[in-house]
Every structure is written in structure tokens, then in C-alpha cells.
């Protein structure tokens, strides 16, 4: 490990102790010591105690500015007024009940009115939306297999979890990449059925469909691969996707869980101009409850209407969780904080290029509606296989150098993104950008010495 990271995980280190014996007492009844694998890392995660706007607190007593925003989940911020009086209205009124009520119609009229879908149903989480659209796809089809791009994420169901973050010898070649088990446990059906394509190559996806004729029901994608830092499509995939699908007489998803609120008003349709025919969503439209929903025509949702397809679930539309949606949708994500959001996007952006400017850090910034990244390579990625070749010592003296400063500017792991929320402010913009000039110039110098390091090996 080079001498500037090991200083700031020094820092690191003194500045959260608490964490650090917190996680201790976690490792002894919970593996890895958290609750979801994504959220453990070296030397130990930090320990949250509370949030409010665009700011949390650790168990030191820290402040962070957050842009990790739980996982892009919190478009609107920490306890964002709106959703905390409607969730706090329905606290007392009952949280679950198993019975239909009036506030479905009208998330659903929500969702209808901005996702290109007829009808919709609801859960909890993104693995849940995405395991029933690729079910309801398979049944509408007759067909067994799902089409997926190798890095992409869409949850934790076995047809999800092939070619997540397949390893180079495992992979083979990037014209035909072989579809890899996401772990143990996922069954060998799994892989069998789930061709997986090349991202950005629709080569690829054609030849999957010439070797399963008739057998694909469905091509299923993030619009923006998300879970390799933001990998953009390049023009005229999605349409060839499109097109692809429907020659082939399958269906296209749109695992929206990110994208679908934080693009904008009406997520990727309406951002790149190209329909899928099924939306998955999660994530940032319950501001801060666990909400999701898929939809698609009606045709397909009739499976449901006629028993021939089940879908179910305890906590699903529970009112706490619904009301959340409700005010997310009509409070939250709403023109003028879109328009909100962009501006502070743009800002974030245009600061965080001039700094990599003018420290010579290769490196870019890929952005996109609340999104965005530092992306530490010489050039433009394609793929998943592009996104590997980062230099991840240099991504953590990024990361911890960020959070020594007070922010937290991203999700730790180097396949993830900043969100901006609704609640940020220009003041926590200029907050962002001071700690990354104050610390690129670092980064640069450790980037060049490496860099010439390895040409004398
Ligand atoms: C694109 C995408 N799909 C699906 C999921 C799964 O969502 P959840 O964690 O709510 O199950 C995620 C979560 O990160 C995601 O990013």
C-alpha cells in the first residue's frame, strides 16, 4: 500500500473508533459484520447514528455530507419533510393490514402516468421487481431465458445473480462471455438459462438470440449500467436493443431501481427516447421506505388478473411504505426539484472536471440526472470489462481522502455512484468540491508514481 492511502486510513482509523468496536461486537453474530455484503469493507465500515437533509452523523459524532445516499435510494434526502408528515400520519393508524386500500390507485395512476406501463404492482424491493418482471416475461412469452449484460446488477434472485462481477479467468472472451454463478448456491439451471451479452455490443446480444431461437423472453438491462461506476449507453444501443426485442418477440425490461427517479420526471424512456416494455422500480421512489413496483401492458399484467401468474406479498402497499410513495411522488420528485437537482449536478460536475484538469489526474466524470462519478481511467468505458482495469488503491485514497474530509462521496466500492438530493444545497456543493481539490492533487501525484512504477516493471 502506497504511503498517501496508508495515511489516510491512519486518519481513517482515528477518527472512528466507535465504528471500529461496533463492528467488532456485529462480526460476532452477523457475518461480515453487516447486514448486506455490500456494506462491509477494510479496515470495518462506519457506524451510522443519524441523518437529517443532505448530512449524516457517525457514532464518533462525525458529520458527512452524503452523496451515498443509501445506495441512491434517498433522491430525497434524510427525513425529508413531506415524507416524514405523511409516514408519521399513518404510524398511528395502523402500519399493515394485508387489505387493499385508497392509496394504491393512486400510486399506481402515478407511476402510469410517468413510466410508459398500464399496470403496475407493488413490493418492497428492487430483487423483488426484478424476479417478478422476469417471471411475467416467461410467462408471457412461453420462454425460459432471460437475456442479461455481464456486470449488471438487478438483485438477489438466482436469475440475477449470474455475471454480476464475473473474474477474468472465469469470463472468457468479451465477443461471447461465458454466463458466470453469482456464488454458491445459485443453481446450474440458473446459468443455463441466462444468456449473458456485452454491454454497449449488440453483436453479442444478436448471437445470443441466433443460438436460443425461440427460447429468450426477455432482454433485461439497467439504461445506464450502474454498477460499474456509470457506464453509458452509447447511441443507438438501447434502439437496437429495442429492436432486437421485438423482432425476436421478446420483451424489454428496464430494471429501473436507480434510474427510474433519479434521470428525471419520467426515468430512461423519457431521458434516452426508447421505450422498454416492462419498468422495474425501487429504491429513491419511497424517499426512504421500502417501495417498489413493476409494470408493464396490460396484456402481460392480465397473467396476473388471470391466476395464471402469482405474485404476492405480506408487506406489499403496507400504508407506511405507501404513503411514503405518495409524498415522494408528489413532493419529492417533482419538476422543480428535478430542475433543482440538475443545476446542482451541473456545478458538481463542471468542479470536480476543472480540478482533474488541472491536477492532470486521468480520469473523467461521468454524470446523468442525480448521478454521478469520478471515473479513474484514461478513457471512456464500454463495459464491465473495461470498468475492471481500475487502479483500486488509487479509487480508496479517493474514497477514505473524501471521508476524512467530511465527505462521503459515494457508496464505498468502486462500482457505485453519487446521488444529489433534493435537500443538497449550492452550500454543499462547494463543500464537495473544496474536499476534492484539496485532495486530487494528491491523487495525481500518486497516480503518475504508480503509473511510472509499473512502466519500469
Ligand atoms: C439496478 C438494480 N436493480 C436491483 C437492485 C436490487 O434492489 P434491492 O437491493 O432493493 O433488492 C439494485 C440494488 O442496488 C440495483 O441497483
Not at 43 to 64: C, M
Not at 231 to 239: A, E, K, R, V, Y
Amino acid at each position: 500500500m502506497y504511503r498517501d492511502l496508508q495515511h489516510e486510513l491512519d486518519t481513517f482509523e482515528r477518527r472512528t473508533p466507535k465504528s471500529e468496536e461496533a463492528h467488532k461486537k456485529n462480526l460476532k453474530r452477523i457475518p461480515l459484520g453487516v447486514a448486506s455484503n455490500y456494506r462491509a469493507y477494510d479496515p470495518y465500515p462506519i457506524f451510522v447514528k443519524d441523518g437529517q437533509g443532505s448530512h449524516f452523523r457517525d457514532l464518533d459524532g462525525n458529520d458527512y455530507l452524503d452523496h451515498n445516499l443509501c445506495f441512491g435510494a434517498l433522491m430525497a434526502g434524510h427525513c425529508h419533510p413531506a415524507v416524514m408528515k405523511a409516514v408519521s400520519g399513518r404510524l398511528s393508524t395502523g402500519t399493515m393490514f394485508g387489505m387493499p386500500h385508497d392509496m394504491e390507485w393512486q400510486l399506481a395512476e402515478e407511476i402510469c402516468q410517468r413510466f410508459p406501463v398500464e399496470m403496475v404492482r407493488f413490493g418492497n424491493s428492487g430483487t423483488e421487481a426484478t424476479m417478478h418482471a422476469c417471471r411475467l416475461a416467461r410467462a408471457a412469452t412461453g420462454r425460459d431465458k432471460i437475456l442479461k449484460f455481464e456486470g449488471a446488477y438487478h438483485g438477489l434472485h438466482d436469475t440475477a445473480l449470474v455475471s454480476v462481477k464475473p473474474h477474468a479467468p472465469d469470463f472468457g472472451d468479451v465477443n461471447n462471455p461465458v454466463s458466470v454463478s453469482g456464488g454458491l448456491g445459485v443453481p446450474r439451471a440458473s446459468l443455463a438459462n441466462v444468456p449473458v451479452a456485452t454491454f454497449n455490443d449488440l453483436l453479442t446480444v444478436e448471437r445470443r438470440f441466433e443460438e436460443n431461437p425461440g427460447q429468450i423472453a426477455a432482454i433485461i438491462l439497467e439504461p445506464i449500467l450502474m454498477n460499474v461506476g456509470m457506464c453509458m449507453p452509447q447511441p443507438g444501443f438501447l434502439q437496437g436493443l429495442r429492436d432486437i426485442a421485438t423482432r425476436n418477440g421478446a420483451l424489454l425490461i428496464y430494471d429501473e431501481v436507480k434510474t427510474g427517479a433519479k434521470l428525471g420526471w419520467a426515468g430512461a424512456s423519457e431521458y434516452f427516447g426508447v421505450a422498454p416494455d416492462m419498468v422495474c422500480l425501487a429504491k429513491s421512489i419511497g424517499g426512504g421506505l421500502p417501495l417498489a413496483a413493476f409494470g408493464t401492458h396490460r396484456s402481460v399484467m392480465d397473467l396476473i388478473s388471470q391466476h395464471k401468474v402469482f405474485h404476492g406479498g405480506t408487506y406489499n402497499t403496507n400504508p407506511v411504505s405507501m404513503a411514503a410513495g405518495l409524498a415522494t411522488f408528489r413532493e419529492v420528485l417533482t419538476r422543480e426539484n428535478y430542475a433543482h437537482v440538475d443545476k446542482l449536478s451541473k456545478k458538481l460536475v463542471a468542479g470536480y472536471r476543472k480540478t482533474v484538469a488541472k491536477t492532470g489526474l486521468q480520469a473523467y466524470v461521468a454524470e446523468a440526472g442525480a448521478n454521478g462519478v469520478l471515473m479513474l481511467y484514461p478513457k471512456e468505458i464500454r463495459n464491465y470489462r473495461d470498468w475492471t482495469t481500475i487502479d483500486v488503491d488509487l479509487w480508496r485514497h479517493y474514497w477514505f481522502g473524501m471521508v476524512n474530509r467530511g465527505v462521503m462521496a459515494q457508496p464505498y466500492w468502486w462500482d457505485e455512484q453519487w446521488t444529489i438530493s433534493v435537500q443538497h444545497t449550492e452550500a454543499d456543493i462547494d463543500r464537495h468540491l473544496a474536499a476534492f481539490d484539496d485532495l486530487a492533487p494528491a491523487l495525481a501525484k500518486a497516480q503518475q508514481q504508480r503509473t511510472a512504477a509499473v512502466a519500469v516493471h
